[in-house]
């Protein structure tokens, strides 16, 4: 690697091939190659049409297709201590945290919302894998007690979209602590007596996948998610043996007992809200796409009975 | 032959060079070393010093790891009695990587869990290195239910470089067997104290050590990856471990900065590998002084202790 390589090369690359169209119109699908528009693509939840790959969904485009209307509300997260530890490998841990605010938008790796979802109010949290891989440091950890602690404020359900390669090393021990942390958040759902349920996301693994993400009331995964806790990669060089086709996948740990359903994400809601509207004996649900709901009209004071 | 780590390489020099001598002076009568070899002794004793009084964090890494360190068993044989080990998950085996069962600490009943590496090729073989698989942390959770059901405390001895990374782990589900353990370390009723006696490696270390104290050796670690793993992943060379020990803060005297550490029990000089029985008798002291203290609190005091240990933790960071 030098300056020629690193420097010069790109800029040659760029004068040679332009692009003819703008950016963001095309995404190729990564498993078949079919080119897919983007208007295609959003409207069918980033799944691709020709082969149901699914691609990854950033936390908002995700609440936007779940709730109501596309409207829900932030649930604010205590603000964590930035860089604990000083840490720094070859770069600063405050470097990489600017590079990926600046690259997804995004505060952190978690987005916490609530809303409505076919007029079942549910608190929401959804891991952000293009935020540093998703990983668990004390914003998550935060992130998941605060949205335990406000459905059991508000006596509903939490629903966790779990996307993440594991703990944030840049966080050192406080990033592995994140694993009881947001276990005691699963224990207070458990208390109230509150649905909890984890969407398992591609790809779900390490820490991650051995704390809050097995501990739901319901385990529902997208198709073909990596879902682990050691990689294959690491499992290879351990055992020196290639692995099988599909191993780790959802369908293979939906074999192997780990999961209750594997489910297209175009079916996640409905499904999401039939199961908790039955957890929590509430009626069947008004099911399609919704308007966001009416904010309540101010209930009229009570006419005086004297 | 004793084991010398590889930057114990100049004391392994003197102190052979004095052993060296004192085994011509046995063949040979009329020789006389014992000044010479005392000497050595005197300067060895010196370095060792040296070298133990400001270990850095990768050497720390290295003693935590020292093959003759006392391991879970010996700790179990020499501090408990009536120890009966409990086997199995009731599901699919026995984890050999997992030691357990009822033992007795002074007068107090109490159920003991721990990881075990093994000794030599053999036991590392059967022990796995001490890397447990989903049975290993099912039978944690038996093992602590039971401890509840019966109202006894429970001590955990964690030396693991990690959870079992094999294809039929994850076909059982380490994932789910690791977080239900966590789990069940928050539920039970009962004092739970943890010990990091080597390596606490994980989430294979968090599914014991979620305790209301968490005691750690001095020269012992916990960390959320290896030294060699962080250094393969960030900085793309596996060779760059001393800078990931380095920053990953992973010594017992940093944790207990950060407060994930609550006590740190002190070793013999030149670590618990040279004087094991005083290392033991270290950690049977504080865990009966730890025990006596969480004695006060009742059941859910105790839960809510742990809980909230946890939930404040992080909140202050290491100090600039």
Known sequence: ?306 | MKNYLEFEKPLAEIEGKAEELRALARQNDEMDVEKEASALDAKAETLLKDLYADLSPWRKCQVARHPERPHCKDYIEALFTEYTPLAGDRNFADDHAVMGGLARLGDRSVVVIGHEKGHDTNTRIERNFGMARPEGYRKAVRLMDLAHRFNLPVVTLVDTPGAYPGKGAEERGQSEAIARSTQKCLEIGVPLVSVIIGEGGSGGAVAFATANRVAMLEHSIYSVISPEGCASILWKDAEKMREAAEALRLTAQDLHKLGVCDRIIKEPFGGAQRDPKAAIEAVGKAVEAILDDLSKLDGPALIKDRRQKYLDLGAQGLAA
């Open chain 1, 1 to 306: 690697m030098n300056w020629i390589s690193n420097y010069v090369r790109p800029r040659i690359n760029s004068i040679f091939s332009r692009r003819e169209v703008p950016e963001n119109l095309w995404t190729k699908c990564p498993e078949c190659g079919t080119m897919l528009f983007h208007r295609e693509l959003s409207d069918n939840f980033n799944v691709c049409s020709n082969c149901d790959h699914h691609m990854a969904m950033s936390p908002r485009e995700r609440f936007g297709a779940l709730f109501d209307g596309g409207v829900f509300s932030e649930v604010q997260v205590p603000e964590p201590i930035a860089d604990p530890l000083h840490f720094r490998d070859q770069k600063r841990y405050p470097d990489r945290m600017r590079e990926a605010r600046r690259t997804t938008g995004e505060k952190e790796a978690m987005l916490v919302a609530e809303g409505e979802m076919m007029r079942t109010p549910v608190v929401a949290a959804c891991q952000d894998f293009s935020f540093m891989a998703g990983s668990m440091g004390m914003y998550v950890g935060n992130a998941i007690i605060a949205a335990a602690e406000r459905a059991v404020q508000m006596r509903r359900p939490l629903v966790l979209f779990s996307a993440a390669g594991g703990a944030r090393m840049q966080e050192g021990i406080l990033s592995l602590m994140q694993m009881p942390r947001t276990t005691v958040a699963v224990e207070m759902l458990k208390e109230a007596g509150l649905p909890y349920i984890v969407v398992l996301t591609h790809p779900t693994t390490g820490g991650v996948t051995a704390s809050y993400a097995m501990l739901g009331d319901l385990h529902i995964a997208e198709p073909n998610a990596l879902i682990c806790f050691a990689g294959p990669r690491v499992i290879e060089q351990t055992i020196r043996e290639k692995l099988p086709e599909g191993f780790q996948r959802a369908e293979y740990l939906l074999d192997h007992g780990m999961l209750d359903r594997v489910t297209h994400r175009k079916d996640m809601k409905e499904e999401l809200v039939t199961v908790i509207r039955m957890m929590m004996n509430m009626p069947p649900a008004i099911k399609g796409d919704l308007p966001a709901p009416e904010v309540e009209p101010e209930q009229p004071e009570p006419a005086e009975t004297s």
